[in-house]
Nanobody, 117 residues
Framework: QVQFVESGGGLVQPGGSLRLSCVASGIIFSIHSMGWYRQAPGKQRELVAAITGGGTYYADSVKGRFSISRDNAKNTVYLQMNNIRPEDTAVYYC????????????WGQGTQVTVSS
């Protein structure tokens, strides 16, 4: 069955950088659009970035700071986070990207990103 394993989170100072990784298994990774999502305490999960056959998408809050990429040979999707802000503090997840993503029932364990000085 499908499995996503996220890693790369941690404690970072404002203005710092992190690279998150997500390894997928149980799927033909290369044919799927993928997304990075995040959920901050007390808030709903939101789509941060997506990578599709046609290009990439970024939420306005991260545009110009985050970059999504993928390595199909490694079944891995990445999220490069630069100029990180305190409001980026959240648990970050990867998953398929589709119009019904809010209804997805499977989510990996996520990786915690905490931004603090």
């Amino acid at each position: 069955q499908v499995q996503f394993v996220e890693s790369g989170g941690g404690l970072v100072q404002p203005g710092g950088s992190l690279r998150l990784s997500c390894v997928a298994s149980g799927i033909i990774f290369s044919i799927h659009s993928m997304g990075w999502y995040r959920q901050a305490p007390g808030k709903q999960r939101e789509l941060v970035a997506a990578i599709t056959g046609g290009g990439t998408y970024y939420a306005d809050s991260v545009k110009g700071r985050f970059s999504i990429s993928r390595d199909n040979a490694k079944n891995t999707v990445y999220l490069q986070m630069n100029n990180i802000r305190p409001e980026d503090t959240a648990v970050y997840y990867c998953n398929f990207n589709g119009v019904t993503w809010r209804a997805y029932t499977y989510w990996g364990q996520g990786t915690q990103v905490t931004v603090s000085s």
